[in-house]
């Protein structure tokens, strides 16, 4: 797990909301402050859609809703003369890009062993951070797929041309 503070905020916010460099992202949860309070839970809710219609979605995958399915709401919300006074994003990686980053690192992890990977923004009114994370189904003292994940989210910003610095 790493700490990252964004430095160029709007630079972020403009990949974030109106680009698709996010879109292949799952979204966990967000909740944005802005003159009321904005909470969005990104698992799908299975009594909305048929069985069928709901499988189709989910699959094997999480029963979370793809960034690109919600950008525009939290853009509306977002949108305007006045910033957020704070707001919280969480992203999971899909099981399918899981998949792709275990092998294409060579991990010796298992699919079936990880739970997910994260990465947190958090947007306090001035400042906004970005925090890594890794969550296993099973106890571990082996950390080198949160190091491989780390270097992942830093290379995808560094992508992006999103700087970044490590807090003190």
Not at 76 to 92: D, L
């Amino acid at each position: 797990m790493i700490h990252l503070k964004i430095l160029e905020v709007r630079n972020f916010m403009e990949k974030l909301l109106l680009e698709h460099s996010f879109d292949n992202f799952l979204l966990l949860e967000a909740s944005i402050h802005t003159g009321n309070l904005f909470f969005i839970d990104g698992h799908r809710n299975p009594d909305f859609y048929t069985k069928e219609e709901y499988e189709s979605l989910t699959g094997t995958e999480y029963a979370l809703t793809p960034w690109k399915q919600l950008r525009h709401f939290c853009y509306e919300i977002i949108k305007g003369t006045k910033t957020p006074s704070q707001f919280k994003i969480t992203f999971q990686l899909s099981k399918k890009d899981t998949a792709v980053f275990l092998k294409q690192t060579e991990s010796s992890f298992l699919l079936e062993e990880i739970e997910g990977l994260f990465f947190h923004l958090k947007y306090d009114g001035s400042s906004l951070s970005c925090i890594t994370g890794t969550s296993y189904r099973i106890f571990s003292l082996d950390k080198s797929l949160d190091r491989l994940w780390d270097q992942k989210v830093q290379s995808l910003l560094n992508l992006l041309e999103i700087s970044f610095d490590f807090p003190s």
